[in-house]
């Protein structure tokens, strides 16, 4: 038998020794941190890919504010590329390939293209995409007759004020403002459709000032594949739809199978980022990093609805598993994130201090608005559910989706589940808790006298604690109400 001789430790059993600090306020830190190698964050948190934390709506309300989501795989290919193209579409400042409609569709049909896609208006266009009109859904509210042809209530042609392709954002800010209108269709220089400008985009541009963007002004987001043949294929169809990185998701990821996925994929698209994952050992990063990952996913059994550890024996205490990969991370020059067991802003930044570039968020995120799921009512309170992407539930969906019909209850205990179906308390937007999370974390930073997470690491100094130690750290000896 082989033990190593050093304790493993996790977030709770340590806690950061305060510094000289010359930081003047919590605003004079900086938190951007690399996600991966091309991809650069302004506040160093990931929504999980979990199917009941990220799809699109939370995807964009994580890169709005400076993070980046991972759109979960446990949907079919084709669900899983058209939620990655609504976070690629959700804003920009020319929507490329605005929703159109024939000349020939009726009311109702614009309608239920309305609804589908969260739009306010489609741009009519003829069998050249020619434009011929933008039919909004003010002009369909109270029309009575859903068969008439949206030709006959559309703006047309001749009314609608257009731009050329080359218009500058603050161009196109005035023409939005001289008219009072709100959709202005780009046309190339034969009339076709370019593109859209909405006064919506330009808002949203504003009003998010850290959001994380590509070069074209959309929102970044990441896909998560598995490892099997046929994820090529999801790949292949998320990159199609726009996604910036691909995230190999699997929970031994210091497996040949995620090797070679990693390797398999960077062969394919040398111009996406590849994130491995998840390891706990140096070794695993190091391997990870020949494949040719541009970051690496830390964390083996720390979720809070992981029980791998209690099943398998297996898993490393989370702070000690991303100091051990971070030191491997850094020499390597590939960012670490660190996934599971987070739970409050104190972990955020223990976690960074410990070497990570940034953290990924499962349960921590799950009660927002913005994650998948209905709310649901015990007691008086609200909650929503999160469960682990092994637990007993998501295996049957998960089986039932591959199979395209349901499965037969009988064979329900033959699934091995190594995670938990639970409830979190619904927490209202995301913007809200980011903005809690990440006050915590500047404040963190000022206590370690950093200005920013580079400093974090090489100032960190961390004391371990007894579990008076960590009574003492919570409210205590008062009634909390
Ligand atoms: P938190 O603590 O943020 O953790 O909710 C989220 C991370 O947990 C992992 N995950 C699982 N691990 N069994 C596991 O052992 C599971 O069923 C499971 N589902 C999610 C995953 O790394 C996620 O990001």
């Known amino acids: 038998m082989r033990i190593r001789p050093e304790t493993a430790l996790t977030f709770d059993d340590v806690l950061l020794i305060p510094r000289r600090s010359s930081i003047r306020s919590r605003h004079a830190v900086n938190t951007r941190s690399p996600f991966s190698r091309c991809i650069t964050l302004a506040i160093p948190l990931i929504s999980a890919n979990m199917d009941t934390v990220t799809e699109s709506a939370m995807a964009c309300a994580i890169a709005r504010v400076g993070g980046i989501g991972v759109i979960h795989r446990f949907m079919t290919i084709e669900r899983q590329a058209t939620e990655v193209a609504r976070v690629k579409r959700a804003e920009g400042f020319v929507v490329e390939d605005p929703y159109s409609l024939p000349p020939n569709a009726t009311i109702e049909e614009a309608r239920e293209q309305l609804a589908e ?192 550890r209690i099943v398998t024996g297996f898993g490393v205490p989370q702070l000690s598993a991303v100091d051990e990969c971070a030191q491997t991370g850094q020499a390597l020059g590939v960012p670490i994130i660190a996934d599971g067991g987070i739970r409050n802003s104190g972990d955020i930044t223990k976690a960074l201090a410990a070497g990570a570039s940034s953290v990924m968020l499962g349960s921590l995120l799950a009660g927002t608005d913005e994650s998948p799921g209905a709310t649901v009512i015990r007691s008086g309170q609200r909650y929503k559910i999160v469960r682990g992407m092994a637990s007993l539930t998501a295996n049957i969906d998960r089986q039932e989706i591959e199979l395209g019909r349901e499965v037969d209850p009988d064979d329900w205990e033959r699934v091995v589940a190594e995670g938990v179906e639970a409830m979190v308390p619904a927490r209202g937007p995301v913007k809200e808790i980011v903005y809690q999370l990440v006050g915590g974390l500047r404040s963190g930073l000022s206590y370690a006298g950093a200005s920013n997470i580079p400093e974090l690491w090489s100032k960190a100094e961390f004391v371990r604690i007894t579990s008076a130690g960590k009574a003492e750290s919570g409210a205590h000896d008062v009634q909390t109400r």
């Not at 859209?196 to 949203?204: C, E, G, N, P, S």
């Not at 070679?260 to 990870?288: H, I, S, W, Y």
Request: overall charge negative; charged content about 25%; hydrophobic content about 45%.
């Open 117 to 308: 896609h969260h739009i306010g208006g489609l741009i009519v266009v003829g069998a050249n995409n020619e434009v011929l009109g933008l039919v909004s859904a003010r002009d369909l509210m109270f029309e009575r007759d859903p068969e008439r042809r949206v030709t006959e209530v559309m703006t047309p042609r001749e009314k609608l004020v257009t731009v050329g392709e080359h218009i500058s954002l603050e161009q196109a800010r005035d023409v939005l403002h001289k008219h009072r209108i709100e959709k202005l269709p780009v046309l190339d220089q034969s009339g076709q459709l370019h593109g859209l400008i909405t006064a919506q985009d330009i808002v949203k541009q504003e009003q998010w000032p850290d959001a994380t963007k590509d070069s074209r002004g959309r929102l970044r987001v990441a896909a998560a594949v598995g490892v099997r043949p046929s994820d090529m294929d999801r790949a292949t169809a998320c990159v199609h739809a726009g996604a910036d990185a691909l995230v190999v998701d699997i929970a031994h990821g210091h497996s040949d199978n995620a090797l070679n996925m990693v390797r398999a994929l960077k062969e394919l698209f040398p111009n996406v980022d590849v994130v491995g994952g998840n390891v706990a050992t140096a070794d695993g990063v190091r391997d990870m990093v020949e494949a040719g990952a541009d970051a690496v996913k830390v964390g083996v059994g720390a979720g809070s609805i992981c029980i791998t």
